[in-house]
């Protein structure tokens, strides 16, 4: 009888070895004339286990990791094809505490099934949403939408099904949408994760979005930083026009949609909606004056459904279970589930997605372990390097659009970068201003201009003589990037310095009460 093995296909676990991993697995079977099917599944999110190999067992999967090529003979003659145990097994894989506490929705087929097999789509519940979707007309599958809750998962947190709604009742002869996938904010991967583990559950989240909108085209804006997801993309876009989910008829339906990848040239502010239009239609990435919004008037000037890849990945799930059990999850306003990444100084990096609620104090220790040092924790900061810097006596804060906006920061796209107590915010802040000012299109003065002369003010306190007038400066300069930013470039980059200053003031050479404006 044949055995399977799964050995991840992620490009996390393969910059940690996986590929050999799965090669010294075949040469091993075939020494040995075994019978062995080996699947490249995507990642479980795990990644301190990658690469983490499973086997098919009468119980379900066992997981072993980290595996090296080394450890496979004694793998093999311990009888892990059978899940005997070994100093590498991690149990079954369903029964892992990180995996098991987790509300797996988006990512409910992660690490399950063979990314490029249409029919382990098909068979693990894929198209469900879609079939649904062409049996509604456009407004119902809008409202299913706008009850479900769902915030755009990019960053914004803007109601999604307002943005599907406006775009399907724009007067229009062609309608795109467009899957933002410039994934460029520090500590973030989920987006990857699905372009690379679970393509087809994209795919179809933007084919609903389509058939919603009365789309005929559809663009996946993906950064030149991942090829591995490019290849991905492209034989799943390929599988799926073969089998008809794709091209004229769609399923079978009176729907076209077309679906095609473009990849960017490698630049931050492109993640904004409109720089990544502008990119897309060949030009120099730079954000467009609004209104008119893209939902009205974006690529080409047509009306353009604009998503980032966890929301319209999402869309599937809300199809076939309906809006209203897709709101059961979360609380306020702040509904269903987020993919949270866990990166930094943090003993287990990688992905959990829990109903929005979950505390950072949860998911730092309870999910990632603490620091990987061992040192005191001191800061963590959520939403990229925009995101604001939370002491550890704040980490009682829930994961939250409004928490997070009532105490000065942004959810973003569910990055958590974790420090510890070696960390200067200090430089950090600076940073930040440094890297606001590589970033920036430049089409805005208080983007273009204010981020260098923000880390000059910070080296100017940093320095210490004059200190309290480069204070005040600061403060104004703060002000302006905030509220005169074209665009979140600009405008949030103040948010993680004044964070920082207020937090942690003595990093600075100041007391608490000289920042106490900083909030």
Not at 290 to 314: C, D, E, R, Y
Request: with cysteine.
């Amino acid at each position: 009888m044949s055995a399977t093995v799964y050995v991840p296909r992620d490009s996390s676990a393969l910059s940690l070895g996986a590929g050999r991993v799965a090669d010294a697995i075949v040469a091993e079977a075939g020494r040995r004339k075994i019978d062995l099917r080996l699947v490249r599944n995507g990642s479980r999110g795990m990644f301190w286990l990658e690469p983490m190999v499973e086997v098919e067992t009468a119980r379900g999967r066992a997981a072993y990791g980290p595996v090296t090529p080394a450890d496979v003979p004694a793998l093999f003659e311990a009888g892990f094809l059978a899940g005997a145990r070994h100093r590498l097994g991690l149990g079954l894989t369903q029964e892992i505490g990180y995996l098991k506490r987790q509300e797996r929705l988006t990512f409910a087929r992660m690490g399950i099934t063979d990314p490029v097999s249409l029919e382990d789509y098909i068979a693990h519940g894929g198209y469900r949403g879609l079939r649904r979707a062409l049996s509604m007309p456009a407004e119902k599958i809008v409202e299913e939408v706008v009850e479900s809750g769902l915030r755009g998962r990019g960053g914004a947190g803007f109601p999604a099904g307002i943005k599907w709604r406006t775009t399907q009742q724009a007067p229009a002869r062609q309608k795109y949408v467009v899957c933002n996938a410039d994934e460029g904010d520090s500590g973030t991967f989920s987006d990857r994760m699905i372009m690379e583990g679970d393509p087809f559950v994209l795919i179809e989240g933007m084919t609903i979005s389509a058939v919603c909108a009365g789309a005929t085209q559809g663009y996946i804006y993906l950064r030149s930083e991942y090829p591995h997801a490019l290849r991905t993309l492209n034989e799943a876009i390929g599988a799926a026009c073969k089998r008809g989910y794709l091209g004229e008829k769609i399923a079978g339906a009176a729907h076209t949609f077309n679906l095609e990848v473009r990849v960017g040239a490698g630049a931050y502010v492109c993640g904004e909606e409109t720089a990544m239009l502008e990119s897309l239609e060949g030009k120099r990435g730079m954000v467009r004056y609004k209104p008119p919004v893209p939902a009205i008037s974006g690529l080409f000037g047509q009306p353009t459904i604009v998503n980032n890849v966890v929301s319209l990945a999402t869309v599937p799930i809300i199809l076939e279970r309906g809006g209203a059990a897709y709101k059961d999850y979360g609380m306020g306003r702040s509904r269903g589930t987020l993919p949270i990444q866990l990166a930094g100084n943090v003993k287990h990096p990688g992905l959990v997605e829990k109903a929005f609620g979950a505390t950072l104090r949860e998911l730092v220790y309870e999910y990632g372990g603490g620091t990987w040092s061992g040192r005191r924790l001191r800061a963590v900061q959520v939403g990229g390097p925009l995101g604001a810097y939370f002491p550890e006596s704040m980490l009682d804060l829930p994961m939250d659009y409004e928490a997070f906006t009532a105490n000065k920061g942004i959810v973003g796209h569910g990055g958590i970068v974790v420090f510890d107590d070696t960390v200067d915010l200090a430089r950090q802040a600076r940073w930040a201003f440094e890297f606001c000012a590589i970033e920036s299109c430049g089409k805005c003065t208080p983007c273009r201009i204010g981020s260098t002369r923000g880390a000059e003010v910070l080296d100017r306190i940093a320095r210490g003589p004059g200190r309290k007038a480069a204070l005040g400066l600061l403060r104004d300069l703060c002000d302006t990037m905030t509220y005169g930013s074209l665009c979140a470039l600009g405008g949030l980059t103040p948010l993680p310095v004044l964070s920082a200053l207020r937090h942690f003031p003595e990093d600075f050479g100041l007391s608490r009460s000289d920042v106490a404006w900083a909030g």
